[in-house]
């Protein structure tokens, strides 16, 4: 039996298309590639530049979040042990503060109101899986996950916009 003679593929009716297919500009594979550098790369500032900061550099982690397209106001406190992922989905209001150890998961947007304080280890996941999916596939709820003006969760509390 030749090398000729073996088939992978079963055969098919005509000439691959596969061949002809080149991604657009835009397409999901560069988008997906370009989300995925973009996390890396603020994963690695969050690690260093984001949680070596000064206790009161609070302005050096605003112009970070920023930096990657987070909304943060002014006169907003972010934790230098606080985890931000994705921070260009995330908006922060007036006189708000992200507490210490607090992880705030924005695979959608998450919008905190003005005077809203997310106290120490909290978590705020915008993020579940399937557990019906034998891949246990990642769903992002499109919804916004909005804690409102003044309020404060419970330290160690999960808020979350997926029911259990």
Same mark, same amino acid.
């Given at each position: 039996?030749?090398?000729?003679?073996?088939?992978?593929?079963?055969?098919?009716?005509?000439?691959?298309?596969?061949?002809?297919?080149?991604?657009?500009?835009?397409?999901?594979?560069?988008?997906?590639?370009?989300?995925?550098?973009?996390?890396?790369?603020?994963?690695?500032? *969050?690690?260093?530049?984001?949680?070596?900061?000064?206790?009161?550099?609070?302005?050096?982690?605003?112009?970070?979040?920023?930096?990657?397209?987070?909304?943060?106001?002014?006169?907003?406190?972010?934790?230098?042990?606080?985890?931000?992922?994705?921070?260009? *989905?995330?908006?922060? +209001?007036?006189?708000?503060?992200?507490?210490?150890?607090?992880?705030?998961?924005?695979?959608?947007?998450?919008?905190?109101?003005? *005077?809203?304080?997310?106290?120490?280890?909290?978590?705020?996941?915008? +993020?579940?899986?399937?557990?019906?999916?034998?891949?246990?596939?990642?769903?992002? *709820?499109?919804?916004?996950?909005?804690?409102?003006? +003044?309020?404060?969760?419970?330290?160690?509390?999960?808020?979350?916009?997926?029911?259990?």
């Amino acid at each position: 039996m030749s090398h000729a003679d073996t088939q992978v593929f079963p055969e098919s009716d005509g000439p691959s298309q596969l061949s002809r297919f080149r991604p657009s500009r835009y397409s999901r594979e560069r988008a997906a590639l370009r989300w995925i550098l973009l996390a890396k790369l603020w994963h690695l500032v *969050n690690l260093t530049l984001y949680r070596c900061s000064p206790g009161r550099a609070r302005g050096w982690r605003r112009f970070l979040v920023r930096g990657f397209g987070g909304k943060v106001s002014r006169t907003c406190t972010l934790s230098r042990t606080a985890i931000i992922d994705c921070p260009w *989905n995330f908006v922060i +209001g007036e006189w708000s503060s992200i507490g210490d150890l607090s992880w705030v998961y924005a695979l959608h947007k998450i919008t905190i109101g003005d *005077n809203a304080c997310v106290g120490h280890s909290v978590r705020l996941l915008c +993020g579940s899986h399937d557990i019906s999916s034998p891949s246990f596939a990642l769903v992002r *709820n499109p919804s916004r996950l909005v804690p409102p003006a +003044g309020s404060r969760p419970a330290p160690r509390c999960p808020v979350t916009d997926h029911p259990r």
